[in-house]
């Protein structure tokens, strides 16, 4: 079996487009969530969102003309994608048809959707678009990344709402792993700050209602009430670990395992007993050897929702054992990016390699007030400095999807 490193990252986000701006924000406990700019909410119950700043598609290489034939969730991934092609120099180091993309989107091009609909109730369908197809179907990152670098191997976009990008990088550890790429560009893209979406989720009582940014992302603390919607994307190069040793590249973290599960149980609810996560997390932690002795930082789903946090404090305990699960080191960064959806596992994972590149873990902010049914070690509001030597990266998705992914330090 091969051994599979992350050779490069590239990340758009509500607190830094690139890698750097992100993580350095997240240490220093700023968060992206404020006020909805993108349209009117005076009719709206949610009143703030997590969205992307200063974005310019300009700025990572997309020309105009491309920009306009692509929905916003693709230009973000295109971006990412770029900082993370750039930055691992993978071009020109494999054969084409050994180069993958997984990229996915848990929704794909809503805001696209949603114009092109308006566009036939008002104007006739001989208005509508001829790339709105193109546009809108949620594979459609993969494609444009693919064909921007001429990746000609494995290219499996995945859909598993908000676990969408924890298993677009799983499954391209694996492809790696068994021998099917020498190198996957692989993560996640969501752009749905959109009124539809926001009314959706508002209905649905999964979003917090609070008008206050400091009080409205609060995984793990009594008073959360549900999450922010973010939005964003994240890319990893996955390299093959003997291929990036011969070209002297740097690598990030080694990824040594993956779980892949579902509850079975209900369509947005994860199961009362955590039965699927705690699963999910037993597979990658065997997988990958065992936990060692040293520290582990664990980046947790933690989206700020009453039944996730407490089910998910459940998991750990029930995978780990409770008393190794208190010797964890836990962090949600969704305090601080909102739920990025499909694009969130990518971004946890770049948190992840960071924290064991770097030796530094980020907080959960506004943790104020801990719930006593979420009664683990979950950093709060400053960051540690503290050498872990492997990372977990939980991602829980509405249908009951799981995937845990599992990463150790570079020596």
Do not use: W
């Not at 209602?209 to 922010?228: I, N, Q, W, Y």
């Not at 390299?239 to 079975?264: F, I, P, Q, S, W």
């Not at 039965?275 to 930082?297: F, I, K, N, Q, T």
């Amino acid at each position: 079996m091969n051994r599979v490193v992350i050779t490069g990252m590239g990340v758009i986000s509500p607190v830094g487009n690139s890698t750097e701006a992100f993580f350095s924000n997240l240490l220093a406990g700023r968060s992206g969530i404020c006020p909805i700019s993108r349209f009117d909410t005076t009719e709206y119950k949610v009143k703030l969102a997590a969205e992307v700043q200063g974005f310019q598609p300009e700025d990572f290489g997309i020309e105009k003309g491309l920009a306009r034939r692509c929905d916003l969730f693709t230009q973000y991934a295109l971006a990412a994608a770029e900082q993370a092609v750039q930055e691992s120099g993978i071009l020109g180091t494999v054969p084409e048809n050994r180069l993958g993309v997984y990229v996915g989107s848990g929704i794909g091009g809503m805001e696209t959707f949603v114009n092109e609909a308006y566009k036939l109730r008002d104007r006739g369908p001989g208005r509508v678009s001829p790339f709105f197809v193109p546009m809108m179907i949620g594979n459609i990152a993969s494609g444009n990344i693919a064909i921007r670098y001429g990746a000609k191997g494995p290219c499996l976009p995945v859909v598993t709402a908000c676990a969408t990008s924890s298993h677009a990088v799983g499954e391209a550890f694996r492809a790696i792993k068994h021998g099917y790429a020498d190198a996957i560009l692989a993560g996640g893209a969501e752009a749905t700050v959109t009124p539809l979406a926001i009314a959706g989720f508002t209905n649905l009582k999964a979003l917090s209602e609070s008008e206050d940014p400091e009080c409205a992302s609060l995984p793990f603390d009594a008073r959360r009430k549900g999450f922010v919607l973010g939005e964003g994307a994240g890319v990893l190069v996955l390299e093959e670990y003997e291929h990036a040793r011969a070209r002297g590249a740097k690598m990030y973290a080694e990824l040594v395992g993956y779980g892949n599960t579902c509850d079975a149980h209900h369509i947005t609810a994860p199961h009362p007993e955590g039965e699927g996560g705690m699963e999910a997390v037993r597979l990658a932690v065997e997988e990958a050897g065992g936990l060692p002795d040293a520290s582990v930082y664990v980046n947790a789903h933690g989206t700020g929702t009453p039944l996730n946090d407490k089910v998910e404090t459940l998991v750990l305990k029930r995978a780990l054992g409770e008393e190794r699960a208190r010797e964890m080191l836990i962090s949600s960064t969704k305090s601080m990016t909102g739920h990025m959806l499909g694009a969130a596992g990518a971004v946890e994972a770049v948190v992840c390699a960071k924290a064991l590149e770097t030796g530094e873990l980020p907080p959960t902010i506004h943790l104020d007030c801990p719930d006593p049914e979420c009664d683990l070690n979950y950093l709060p509001n400053q960051a540690l400095h503290c050498q872990a030597e492997m990372a977990l990266s939980l991602s829980l998705g509405f249908g009951g999807h799981n995937a845990v992914i599992a990463m150790r330090r570079i020596a």
